[in-house]
């Protein structure tokens, strides 16, 4: 079974300051990895997707993730954060459970907060 | 274009109760998948259906179980509830591109605002 590692609970930066989310996942094939992201009390929205057309992924609202192979990494980034950044942060990969059915495997979460 | 829609929104049960929550996926998506959200756990796949056919499922007790109707809606059922069901119930919905000998291949998972079930 395939695994993602998300470094980090809960990450700070100030409003304006680099955001840098940290990804790991473990597969022994090409992953489908993507970043969701969760607002209080609503679903999970899709961020970016990793599709192996390119290692770097651009995605909304600003945010771009750069698949590394040799690292096995898949880490969320963005020059500027912004107030309306603050939210809870989902790496997964998508998984063939077998009959053609693939579940997502998600990590544990990273909780952004945006100092003003 | 209408996201997944999931209702209700809010639902408060007793243990011992059963419960329905119901999903509609977004229009041409004829995959619906159920997760489960919860603060130690995190966020853990219950199942998938697609065409009406339950594909895959996790490791959750018998007492977790779903269906998927011609219009592709699905819902789940929690019977015999226990505290530890508390959570919020996400279901996403996917296209699926059905290729060659059966192989599908992967499409984004869409998520709705989840149910949030509390069990008293």
């Known amino acids: 079974a395939q695994s993602v590692t998300q470094l980090g609970s809960h990450v700070s930066v100030s409003e304006g300051a680099l955001v840098l989310l940290r990804c790991n996942y473990s597969s022994s094939v090409p992953p489908y990895l993507f970043w969701y992201v969760q607002y209080p009390n609503q679903g999970l929205q899709l961020l970016l997707k990793y599709t192996s057309a390119a290692t770097l992924v651009k995605g909304i609202n600003g945010f771009e993730a750069e698949f590394k192979k040799s690292e096995t990494s898949f880490h969320l980034t963005k020059p500027s954060a912004h107030m309306s950044d603050a939210a809870e942060y989902f790496c997964a990969v998508s998984e063939n459970s077998g009959a053609g059915s693939y579940q997502l495997t998600f990590g544990k979460g990273t909780k952004l907060s945006v100092i003003p | 274009k209408a996201g997944v829609t999931q209702t209700p929104r809010y639902l408060i049960k007793t243990r011992g109760q059963q419960v329905t929550l119901s999903c509609s996926p977004i229009?041409?998506?004829?995959?619906v998948s159920w997760y489960q959200q919860t603060p130690g756990q995190g966020l853990q796949f219950l199942f998938e259906y697609f065409s009406e056919t339950q594909r895959n499922k996790g490791n959750f007790p018998g007492r977790f179980s779903g269906r998927q109707f011609s219009n592709s809606r699905s819902e789940m059922n929690v019977s015999t509830l226990e505290l530890g069901d508390s959570a919020l119930y996400l279901c996403?919905?996917?296209?699926?591109?059905?290729?060659?000998?059966?192989?599908?291949?992967?499409?984004?998972?869409?998520f709705g605002d989840g149910t949030r079930l509390s069990i008293l």
């Open positions: 229009s041409g998506h004829r995959s």
């Open positions: 996403a919905s996917s296209f699926r591109l059905v290729l060659g000998a059966g192989e599908s291949a992967n499409q984004p998972q869409h």
